[in-house]
């Protein structure tokens, strides 16, 4: 289905400059999104119009306006699943001192849905609506445990897997198993898989059908647990998505134990 192109061109530049860490001029962007500086400036004008990004005064340089706030706002405030989500993981950040982050399928990647920073030794570099890897996060892996078979295995091998760290596991077949053993545990955990030196734990948030319609996962430095520890830590996180699940009207006792395991028939 054929798109507007001035519309996606306006969208790359929106995104663009969400991204970036300071103001960007319009010759920089030109450069980044290889576009004419006139058709940039032409874009450029069109969204500070309406708001959408703002221009310093003194530098003449632009950056993401106030009222993209304004885009987010209604869905923080009317989602379902965003609003059940939101105290069970800020308990997680501010009692646990643990990163807490939210997140779901968009295409064949995993989009971060909430993302808390905590007052733990890891700095987030995640906003809402940056996407991650499925076969090298505990969110994705989760994400991808409770969908069927058959979706699990298009869409990590619909292009090659790239390989983050020296331990992110790319080999289709591999991912198929361990995705089973997360089936069946009903979490998912991983170590130095997405990012050098952080480990993970996913668990899965169903919704009141059984269906897994998201995954909750925090991270941590490697080693920074012991063994005992660790295993709480996965408790916690286990009973956070069962918290949000139970906010969703998922009743445990009235689906099997993982969900949803029709799927994989």
């Known amino acids: 289905m054929a798109g507007s192109q001035s519309l996606e061109r ?8 969400d991204s970036a860490p300071e103001a960007l001029g319009i010759r920089e962007m030109s450069r980044i999104v290889g576009l004419s500086p006139t058709i940039v400036q032409r874009l450029i004008n069109t969204l500070a119009q309406r708001g959408y990004i703002h221009q ?14 304004g885009l987010g706002w ?29 997140g779901a399928v968009q295409g064949n990647r995993a989009v971060y849905l909430l993302v808390l920073q905590s007052e733990g ?22 994400l991808l445990a409770y969908m069927p078979s058959e979706k699990a295995r298009e869409l990590i091998t619909a292009e090659p897997l790239h390989k983050l760290t020296a331990r992110t596991q790319t080999d289709p077949e591999v991912l198929m198993e361990e995705i089973r053993h997360v089936r069946e545990a009903g979490f998912s955990i991983i170590r130095g898989e997405n990012l050098p030196g952080v480990s993970s734990v996913g668990a899965p948030v169903f919704d009141f059908s059984g269906s897994v319609l998201a995954s909750v996962s925090i991270a941590y430095p490697d080693n920074f647990f012991s063994a005992e520890e660790e295993e709480k830590v996965v408790t916690l996180v286990r009973d956070v998505g069962k918290q949000i ?8 006792d009235a689906n099997n134990r993982t969900g949803g395991l029709t799927a994989e028939k």
């Open 121 to 142: 030794p890891i700095a987030i570099r995640n906003v809402p609506g940056s996407l991650a890897y499925l076969h090298s996060t505990a969110m994705g892996k989760v």
């Open 10 to 17: 306006g969208l790359e530049l929106l995104e663009l400059l």
């Open 74 to 102: 209604r869905l923080t405030r009317d989602d379902r699943l965003i609003s059940a989500s939101v105290a069970p993981l800020q308990e997680l950040a501010s009692k646990h001192f643990l990163n807490a982050y939210l």
């Open 245 to 252: 699940s139970a906010n969703l009207g998922y009743q445990a």
């Open 56 to 69: 310093d005064p003194i530098l003449k340089k632009y950056s993401i306006g106030y009222k993209t706030f």
